[in-house]
């Protein structure tokens, strides 16, 4: 056994003290349950699984790895889509989906307080009856949990309106990499002082774990409408979507899919979307009932303006559902036109849709690859599906190239090369051809900071090792940093 198998052991040993038998996982088949997350493309089996039951169990967890220097992973439901709780082979997963007390709902400061194994949308649920609901909604929301939106600022369907994951969150208990507790923001709007807090939503695990979570709850709306609406075109539907958003109008939510997309929906849900459309716009307004009812016949107006040649207005909760069963369905549903695929995520501006749909219409045609676009118009947050069958020799290449060349057209146009699913293990390599090594530096000490032994959640969103005593990448000599005075080497 080398250094790194007996610093598991001891660690293993540590952890039988602290947490009952049934959370603590060691068998071989059983560890194998937790190789991936929701991007099945990468795969390691971690050397030990704990589902700690309570902050303190979780933060002594940590405290352990600390002290024999063991990487550890945090992860949450596992449908992060960018291989983010990609397990270490030597290292341990803190699992918390055990974690999942509404420990507090505050309607009269519209205000919850929630452990990092709470399901999304039970977050909703128990703020309901109090007129209240929680704005952040991936697809994934009947099953992802709140640590892991927090740890990857997830989005959803309603951050055009509403925002991110980091736009809801006020505060947090966090455990940092050597497992000493810290408490981040609170219930103010905005706490003073640097903001950590901000630091550390979105940072994909690598700077420590949440262990609870303050969240803003939002009141439910007057009056909702849910419009679905047939194009010809992505071209068409695209057109409308910026026409919409510079009429001064921000719906709750602006969601298109092309034909591709239809067509899988259609297989899994039968959602009965209009017929022979090769885009669909759902539109959702929100709001007082007379802003609503003004918005709503200028979206009909724009929306004939551009082309669409059938709109349906959802007139009850079963049809307003129907519709967006078949959007939240889409990725999954993938899944019955194709036996692989690849989820991509990049942003651009809503004016550069047209044109960037065509690119990848064009980049599927000569490589052959199918692409299925389904994602969130309003801010230009494309979730491109590239279709594969892994079975064939060099499909997978294939796919994973045009993965790569949709995200160079996000940055050619001014965009991102994630919106919401992160960057983890899966856009690592894509990191330098949207900056610069300066800027990876930089990023790199903030995460140094806060680990200057590199154990928490290591190898993920930067290219190379960076600082914190790892081998310098493209650096030869002193950092930048280091040679201004403003940082050294750990």
Known sequence: MGDAGAAVEAVTRRVRELLPDHAVVTDRARLRTYECDGLAHYRVTPALVVMPQDATQLADVVRACAEHGVPFVARGSG????????????????????????????????????????????????????????????????????????????????????????????????????????????????????????????????????????????????????????????????????????????????????????????????????DGAGAVLVIELDGASVEVEQEYAEVERLCTENGAFEQRLATDPAERALIWKGRKSAFAAVGRISPDYIVQDGVIPRTALPQVLRAIADLSGTSGVRVANVFHAGDGNLHPLVLFDDAVE????????????????????????????????????????????EDLDTMQLVRCAFDPQSISNPGKVFPTPRLCGEVPGRHKGAHPAQEAGLAEVF
């Open 79 to 274: 449908t992060g889509l960018s291989g983010g709780a990609l397990p270490h082979a030597e290292g341990v997963l803190v699992v918390t989906s055990q974690m999942r007390q509404i420990t507090d709902v505050r309607p009269e400061d519209q205000r919850a307080v929630v452990e990092p194994g709470v399901i999304n949308l039970d977050v909703t649920r128990a703020a309901t009856p109090h007129g209240y609901y929680y704005a952040p909604d991936p697809s994934s929301q009947q099953i992802c949990s709140i640590g892991g939106n927090v740890a990857e600022n997830s989005g959803g369907a309603h951050c055009l309106k509403y925002g991110f994951t980091t736009n809801h969150v006020l505060g947090a208990d966090f455990v940092t990499p050597q497992g000493d507790t810290v408490v981040l923001g609170g219930d103010a709007p905005d706490s003073p002082g640097y903001d950590l807090l901000g630091a550390v939503v979105g940072s994909e695990g690598t700077l420590g774990v949440v262990t609870s979570t303050t969240v803003r709850l939002v009141r439910l709306p007057e009056e909702v409408r849910t419009i679905l609406v047939g194009f010809e075109s992505t071209d068409q539907a695209g057109a409308a979507t910026s026409a919409i958003i510079a009429a001064g109008i921000v719906p709750a939510a602006i969601e298109m899919m092309d034909a591709l997309a239809i067509e899988a929906a259609e297989a899994a849900v039968q959602c009965n979307y209009p």
């Open 394 to 437: 060099g499909a997978g290449d294939a796919a994973e190239e045009v993965s790569g060349a949709i995200l160079d057209l996000c940055i050619e146009h001014g965009g991102s090369i994630t919106g919401e699913h992160g960057v983890g293990m899966d856009k690592a390599k894509y990191m330098p051809r949207m900056y610069t090594d």
